[in-house]
């Protein structure tokens, strides 16, 4: 145990360096387009939207039937569609995801060759009532390209209808799959618009597996007919469970919307007796969501059901789990589900849950999110099943009620939800310390600085193999935020993330719009912060340089070798057995500067450590005795 801490410590700082004027924002490298974007007034150089900003709608009535024996969807689809750009559009672009294990597809990684298939079929397209020639279709990667009769002018109103047929994955897939053969996540399983936004136009780049997605906002008016004995969850809202549910289900349902204790809806019993549905050989299940950027299900005729609900203001967000009766967490995620909603809302961010409602299915791999539900691999540890749960259920916040663009800039939504969920877990278990904090330091200390893996953060999603993905989508972005967070305080940095929130409700921001809010927030221009976090090749890696021994005063230089600027926590021990810390805020670097000299507290000194237990490269040149 130390004997004492000095946690800050006034002392002069002498800067080995000339001054360098600190980068500014503005300065940053910004692509054509997106100043084009400026140019055209659809943004401001503030983080708000500009005047001239639009984004198009896309709302979709779907009627599907998937066939669980053989794994076929067949459905159909209209589309409304209103092109609020001043552009005259000549083609539409949608994405078919289900494309992605077409024979022949390029994939970022492999997949079971049960699961590979000859791809989306389309069996009709009409556009305004005029059928189009399949023939002319256009097909590349998961985009299908349809020239329309004339053209969409701007301000119109466009009707797309759809049929199609596909085979869903059989075993286990990325983000979705088939569970122990009777259980399914269906997902990406309509022909969806691809993105037509301000600043590239159609956001037509094919979808390829490790980026995620993309889309416009809109209603949802969904039917999906299934066999009798299965059961669904969704993004939407049912609204036909009397037509579905015998009795004793639906006071189960009544109960847990009311309660905010878990309640058991379907047992293991349940499904043995299977006289949870009205008789009939199939059900239609009718759902309606609002204002969303994508629609996906569970199904099964096996998992069991948990539900409960959490009050918030003067509604209560209905919370539902489904899995199997052998996993060895999900008996628990109901609860937890429940106690993640309340900590975003009351700690951080601080801001009204915006989902309408949570659902959690069994399924995997790891844990996947869309409005309303999510897909998640049961884990084995109860932390593990605590952390990702709130993790995916706070991307409620970012990307659905904030529209980030996850196919460019999955870092935003990544690097946002890992850290605040990281926040949300910590409250949850009661961690004061945050011990996640020295976790995160040492998985990007054991991966940083690799010439495959550590690239700069802002490259395009869509661009990165697997393993960057994962460095540069989330294990970095959480560590930016995590130092914003301790340099900024909670405070601020809630505000800022709240700012965020509010100005692009519901609309598609950029990176460079969150780095102005920030900036605004902060009350300085961060640019010295984003420039090497986020646009250059660089690291962490702090070093003790050289040591000058004084009487009465000792000096130590600190060497900034991996061009990060990161905190300094300098801990000097004593030889009387004493103990103090110097602390500096990661600012010391703003000017451009490599090193920094720090006068020590005097006495006579037996070693000095430097980032103990923090993000650190090297840590070999971080103590001196």
Excluded at 50 to 61: L, P
Excluded at 133 to 161: C, H, N, R, W
């Amino acid at each position: 145990m130390k004997k004492s801490i000095l946690t800050w410590i006034i002392l002069p700082v002498l800067f080995v360096a000339g001054e360098i004027k600190a980068q500014k924002t503005t300065d940053l490298y910004i692509p054509l387009e997106i100043k084009r974007a400026y140019a055209n007034e659809t943004r401001n150089g503030n983080g708000t939207p500009g005047k001239n900003y639009f984004q198009n709608r896309t709302d979709y009535s779907i009627r599907a039937e998937f066939f669980p024996d053989n794994k076929i969807l067949t459905g159909t689809e209209t589309i409304t569609y209103k092109n609020n750009s001043k552009d005259s559009l000549a083609r539409l672009r949608f994405n078919l995801y289900q494309n992605l294990y077409k024979k022949g597809a390029a994939r970022d990684a492999d997949t079971k060759p049960e699961n590979i298939h000859d791809g989306v079929e389309i069996l009709n397209i009409k556009v305004n009532g005029s059928p189009i020639d399949l023939k002319l279709l256009q097909f590349y990667s998961t985009i299908m390209s349809v020239t329309v009769p004339g053209k969409l002018a701007p301000g119109s109103e466009t009707k797309i209808e759809i049929g199609w047929k596909e085979k869903m994955p059989e075993t286990l897939a990325r983000r979705q799959g088939t569970y122990n053969k009777t259980n399914f996540f269906i997902a990406y399983w309509y022909p969806k618009i691809c993105v037509f936004d301000d600043i590239e136009g159609w956001n037509s780049v094919g979808h390829q597996g490790n980026a995620e997605f993309y889309g416009d906002y809109g209603n949802f008016d969904v039917q999906v007919t299934v066999p009798a004995e299965y059961t669904i969850w969704s993004s939407g809202a049912l609204l036909n469970a009397e037509e579905i549910f015998t009795d004793k289900y639906l006071a189960r349902i009544k109960k847990a919307s009311l309660s905010d204790s878990v309640i058991h809806i379907i047992s293991e019993k349940d499904r043995i007796e299977n006289q949870i549905t009205k008789p009939g050989a199939k059900h239609i299940w009718k759902y309606k969501t609002e204002n969303q950027t994508d629609f996906a299900f569970g199904v099964s005729n096996q998992y069991v059901w948990d539900a409960t609900s959490v009050q918030l203001g003067n509604s209560r967000i209905p919370i539902n789990s489904a899995y199997s009766t052998t996993s060895k967490t999900f008996s628990k995620v109901a609860e937890v589900s429940r106690q993640s909603v309340e900590s975003f809302t009351k700690n951080a961010p601080g801001i009204p849950f915006p989902g309408r409602q949570v659902n959690v299915f069994e399924g995997g791999p790891n844990g996947m999110e869309f409005p309303g539900i999510i897909n998640q691999e049961d884990y084995s540890s109860p932390e593990e099943m605590t952390m990702v749960t709130s993790h995916e259920i706070g991307h409620a916040y970012f990307p659905f009620n904030v529209g980030i663009n996850e196919q460019k800039y999955g870092w935003m939504d990544e690097g946002l939800m890992t850290f605040i969920g990281f926040l949300a877990f910590s409250d949850i278990l009661g961690d004061t310390s945050m011990m996640f904090k020295s976790l995160l330091a040492a998985k990007y200390n054991e991966e940083a600085a690799t010439e495959g893996v550590d690239v700069p953060t802002m490259l395009v999603s869509y661009s990165l193999p697997d393993m960057t993905y994962g460095f540069v989508t989330y294990l970095r972005p959480t560590a930016v935020f995590g130092l914003l967070y301790d340099y900024l305080g909670k405070e601020k940095f809630m505000l800022a993330v709240k700012k965020f929130s509010d100005n692009w409700e519901g609309k598609h921001p950029i990176p460079y719009d969150l780095f102005f809010t920030f900036n605004e927030v902060a009350g300085e221009d961060l640019g010295w912060f984003w420039k090497p976090w986020m646009f250059d090749f660089g690291y962490v890696d702090l070093a003790i340089g050289r040591v000058e021994t004084g009487k009465p005063e000792t000096t130590v230089t600190i060497e900034n070798k991996g061009g990060y600027p990161v905190p300094i926590v300098l801990k000097v021990a004593y030889k009387d057995g004493s103990e103090k810390t110097i602390r500096k805020p990661m600012d010391v670097w703003k000017s451009g500067n490599k090193t920094i000299s720090i006068v020590l507290p005097k006495g006579d000194i037996r070693e000095i450590t430097l980032n103990k237990g923090m993000m650190e490269t090297y840590p070999a040149n971080n103590s001196f005795n």
